[in-house]
Each structure stands twice: as structure tokens, then as C-alpha cells.
Nanobody
Framework: QVQLVESGGGLVQAGGSLRLSCAAS????????MGWYRQAPGKQRELVAT???????NYADSMKGRFTISRDNSKNTVYLQMNSLKPEDTAVYYC????????????????WGQGTQVTVSS
């Protein structure tokens, strides 16, 4: 019912920047919070940042001050601006959305994108 497609990942040198985008599509009635998570090789998936439809944000401590999450509600798109990237930021980055569909207006579900690879070289 809801599809999330990430873009913007790639290879960047330490200290560089990347901007990730994730667009939601499908039979969307409402999107509440959206967020970014990441998973590095051999590690568990961890929170990067979340943002509500009203613009309230939440960041993991290691990303605070370097990463910025934003969204365009009219486009059902969430962004992640990543600055001062470090090799330890290398991971697959996933976006997600808490959303309801026209088929199930009163029921919210969590949807995940397929992930996009971010690689930061030394």
C-alpha cells in the first residue's frame, strides 16, 4: 500500500557531505512520523533521526550536530542532510514512515524502504 524509495547514497570522502531523499508513494491517507535508520556490517540497526509531521525532530547522539532531518509533507518526502561524514558513518541507510492508507484509514503501520548504501572513505 505504501512504498518508500531512498536515493542519494554513494561514496564520499571523510569530511564530505551527502543528502539522502526518501519519497513515499501509494494509497496514502496520512503520514505521521518519518525517520532514518542505519545498519553497519556486523552491527544492529540503529536510529539516526526522526521527524513528525509537525516538524519535531529527534536525533541519536552521535549524529546530533552533523545530520539534519527534514521533510516536505506536500511531497511525502523525508530528507537527511549528512555533513562532516566519518568512516564510522558507513552503513546502509533506511527510511521509514508511520502511515495509514485509504483502505485502512484508522490503522497506522510502519513502512520501510529498501535502503541505500553510504560509504565514507578515510
Amino acid at each position: 500500500q505504501v512504498q518508500l524509495v531512498e536515493s542519494g547514497g554513494g561514496l564520499v570522502q571523510a569530511g564530505g557531505s551527502l543528502r539522502l531523499s526518501c519519497a513515499a508513494s501509494g494509497s496514502i491517507f496520512r503520514i505521521n512520523a518519518m525517520g532514518w535508520y542505519r545498519q553497519a556490517p556486523g552491527k544492529q540497526r540503529e536510529l539516526v533521526a526522526t521527524i513528525t509531521s509537525g516538524g519535531n525532530t529527534n536525533y541519536a547522539d552521535s549524529m546530533k550536530g552533523r545530520f539534519t532531518i527534514s521533510r516536505d509533507n506536500s511531497k511525502n518526502t523525508v530528507y537527511l542532510q549528512m555533513n562532516s561524514l566519518k568512516p564510522e558513518d558507513t552503513a546502509v541507510y533506511y527510511c521509514n514512515a508511520d502511515a495509514s492508507t485509504w483502505a485502512l484509514v484508522k490503522y497506522d503501520s510502519i513502512y520501510w524502504g529498501q535502503g541505500t548504501q553510504v560509504t565514507v572513505s578515510s
